[in-house]
């Protein structure tokens, strides 16, 4: 079984007199201990998938299966069980708590379940910021860390819950060359050595060639899934007629259908 399975799935926004619909009929199967790059311009769709394979959103229609659960059926308090559970996310913004120090950013997952103690959820804080080279920056708050140390908090925030998948919104993106470089190899050493299932959005070639495989979005359908990024971005650029043009008419839906999904 599969750790991610999608199958026909589509997602449509409605915005009041215009019906955008981001993905249009996405398959995709992921395996657990995979790194997978979605790449694609601004519009392709690739944010939307990553949001409906991190719980954040459902399809409108079709099937997403995430360890053998169904995930578009699912209540929005059961969609936050799974994220909490099994699902680490990083930004490009870091998102961490501006007064409060690295061990209680980290410390932040662990609050909302009952089966972790104070004591326990202190322990796995510093085991993580440990992990990802903060061991002597415990006490730092955000403003008194680089912003590579600060993205190696939220890094250890992410996995600090255990997750089976992490994934990661352009996660170099604020960084210098030199720092991102240094995040990437993070990310590679997690995937290969702890089996950590990597998923993460971007926009740069030197970030997805890191990983294995490259899936290549255009126009809300997937036009390459391949572990060479030459020919994920020929694909990307090609001007010949896609996938889109090419794919059958998707099933019609008015604006009330829309809005109701």
Do not use: W
Not at 47 to 56: K, V
Not at 121 to 139: C, F, S
Not at 222 to 247: G, K
């Amino acid at each position: 079984m599969a750790l991610i399975e999608l199958r026909k799935v589509r997602k449509i926004y409605n915005l009041g007199e215009v019906i955008v619909e981001a993905l249009r009929g996405v398959d995709l199967t992921i395996e657990q201990g995979e790194y997978v790059a979605l790449m694609g311009p601004s519009g392709s769709g690739k944010s939307t998938l990553m949001n409906t394979l991190g719980c954040l959103d459902r399809p409108t229609s079709g099937s997403y299966r995430l360890a053998g659960e169904e995930i578009a059926t699912m209540s929005n308090d059961d969609r936050a069980r799974i994220r909490n559970e099994r699902i680490g996310f990083v930004f490009q913004n870091f998102n961490l708590l501006a007064r409060t120090s690295a061990i209680e950013n980290v410390e932040l997952p662990l609050m909302y379940t009952k089966r972790v103690s104070e004591r326990e959820a202190r322990k796995r804080a510093i085991a993580m910021l440990e992990r990802v080279g903060l061991g002597n920056r415990l006490d730092h708050h955000p403003t008194q860390l680089s912003g590579g140390q600060q993205q190696r908090v939220a890094i250890a925030r992410a996995l600090v819950n255990n997750p089976s998948i992490l994934m990661a919104d352009e996660p170099t993106g604020n960084l210098d060359s030199r720092t991102s470089r240094e995040i990437i190899a993070l990310f590679k050493e997690l995937n290969e050595k702890s089996g950590l299932t990597i998923i993460l959005v971007t926009h740069d070639q030197d970030v997805a060639k890191h990983a294995r495989r490259i899936v290549a979005l255009r126009d809300g359908l997937i036009v390459a899934d391949t572990p060479n990024l030459s020919q994920a971005l020929d694909a990307l650029h090609s001007t010949t007629p896609t996938d889109v043009e090419n794919a059958e008419e998707p099933e019609k839906l008015n604006v009330a259908e829309a809005a109701s999904r």
